[in-house]
């Protein structure tokens, strides 16, 4: 019998079939695009249209969650469930949703006296804490207590590596991740950044590479300097509307390192509004993040 509740949110870029199937409670983000308020689905089909548009010159705008939206969400798991709440927020070094989810618990348990909530910074983006998310759901069917799991994500989540290539680098101007200067003559010269995520959750530019063929053998390299024992671990895999290559890559992540199996989906709107399409990444358990 299920002891607490898994929460996360939409960026989290599980699909919405999988969350249900796992009882992951997500939050689905909010973005404005073309003029219209909408929410992340969680659905492939729906993030497939989300890229034509941004193809097409339409330029999305992401909101950070706010406390309001906190409570309010985390009162309808509180009502539904009348069990305690861990919920993995997408990391304080990318958004400031984490602090939001901070202010929020205060005034949730100001209205609901009785109600535990939990909140873990997972110093991650997109399905990197899908991944703490899956782990969560895992931990509870085994019958862990709420202690154990969260012990068990705030020691494990250092752990989670990830690399993201893209070859398109306009919407990383966008974002304020390269400047205009760099996006103009990386897109002139094809040049490909390495990206991943630093200790703290932030996103940094680690390398440049030259074309899109020897980013991807770039990120191989990488890996196979930080994973520890592929074959135990499930390869995370996320891109934004490159289907073919996502799984090309999974392939070749399996072949060369022995990973046990892959799991893919799309980047949702709440990073993929900032990334753009073209962009893929990996996620994977391996050495602790220092850089």
């Known amino acids: 019998m299920s002891n607490f509740c898994v929460s996360t949110d939409s960026g989290c870029d599980l699909p919405a079939d999988f969350c249900k199937e796992k009882m992951i409670s997500a ?19 729906d ?27 985390w009162t309808g798991l509180w009502e539904k469930y009348k069990l305690p709440i861990i919920h993995i927020a ?41 991944m703490l998310a899956v782990k969560a759901a895992q931990l509870r069917e085994e019958g862990k207590s709420l ?30 991740r390269v400047s205009k200067t760099g996006a103009i003559l990386g897109t002139a010269l094809s040049i490909n950044p390495i990206l991943n ?28 300097e930080l994973v520890i024992n592929p074959n135990e671990q499930t390869v995370y895999i996320c891109h934004s509307d490159c289907q073919d290559e996502a799984e090309a890559f999974s392939a070749a992540l399996i072949d060369k390192f022995g990973f046990k199996d892959s799991f893919i989906n799309y980047i949702g709107p709440t990073i993929g509004s900032h990334s753009g399409p073209g962009l893929i990444a990996a996620f994977f358990f391996g050495k602790e993040r220092t850089i």
């Open 27 to 45: 939050y689905h983000m909010k973005y404005f695009i073309d003029g219209k308020d909408m929410s992340d689905s969680m659905n492939p089909e």
């Open 47 to 73: 993030c497939r249209q989300f890229y034509k548009r941004m193809r097409e010159g339409s330029v999305p705008k992401t909101s950070q969650m706010t406390p309001f939206e906190f409570v309010n969400y």
């Open 90 to 130: 997408l990391g304080s070094g990318i958004s400031g949703t984490y602090s939001n989810s901070l202010i929020a618990k205060d005034l949730f348990l100001e209205k609901n006296k009785e109600a535990e909530v939990f909140i873990v910074d997972s110093t991650l983006a997109s399905i990197g804490y899908g």
């Open 147 to 176: 202690e154990d799991c969260i012990s068990w994500l705030e020691k494990n989540k250092i752990y989670i590596n990830t690399y993201y290539t893209t070859d398109d680098l306009k919407y990383l101007y966008r974002s304020g």
């Open 197 to 224: 995520l630093d200790k703290e959750g932030h996103l940094k530019v680690r390398e440049k590479v030259r074309g899109r063929k020897k980013a991807f053998n770039r990120i191989y390299e990488i890996i196979k």
